[in-house]
């Protein structure tokens, strides 16, 4: 008997679909480009990345953008009375990393873990974004590279040079420093 259709109905998600149309494009901006070097091709990356997270904003409206250009948005909020405040605390959490194409990059459940890290020693965007939620906060933001691992990218996580990240964070505990 033929499947009519079911499982490409649930494949095709709005963000899936977002996921697999910029793919193509995110392989065109692998470039090992910082900011001074090559400016024709540092803007256009920022311009693409510029562009995708307001498809994200439109596609839910539930995703905010700071000033930054991290754009998040809050799933649960936490004890805000317990937030992170100086980059000597170190706070206890859960994370997903996904790229663009939707490709899990690192996550604390495939180990059955948890990190604990200095909050300097985060990209500036998961800094910014865990500042957001308190102890017990869940929250999923979306890094432009300038915030993330940038030109250099990640070779430990398999971050491409200028990629825009996906981060799905628990923050289960902060201690201060």
């Known amino acids: 008997m033929a499947q009519q259709g079911k499982a490409f109905r ?11 149309c910029r793919e193509f494009e995110q392989a065109d901006t692998q470039y090992f480009i910082k900011p001074g070097e090559n400016k024709d091709n540092y803007e256009r990356i920022k311009a693409f990345e510029t562009q995708y997270l307001e498809e994200i904003r439109r596609a839910d409206r539930k995703f905010v953008a700071t000033n930054s250009g991290l754009t998040y948005k809050v799933v649960e909020l936490g004890d805000l009375k317990t937030t992170v405040r100086s980059n000597r605390d170190t706070m206890l959490m859960r ?3 996904v790229d663009m194409s939707g490709a899990v990059l690192d996550t604390t459940y495939m180990r059955a873990d948890t990190l604990r890290i200095a909050a300097g020693e985060l990209p500036k965007g998961v800094l910014e974004a865990t500042k957001l939620i308190g102890k017990g906060g869940h929250i999923e933001a979306w890094v432009p590279s300038q915030l993330g691992y940038g030109a250099d990218g990640c070779d430990s996580l398999g971050v491409k040079p200028n990629t825009i990240l996906y ?9 201060k420093r």
């Open 10 to 20: 649930n494949e095709i998600s709005p963000r899936n679909f977002l996921f697999r």
């Open 95 to 97: 994370y997903r990393l």
């Open 167 to 175: 981060y799905e964070m628990w923050l289960v505990d902060v201690e």
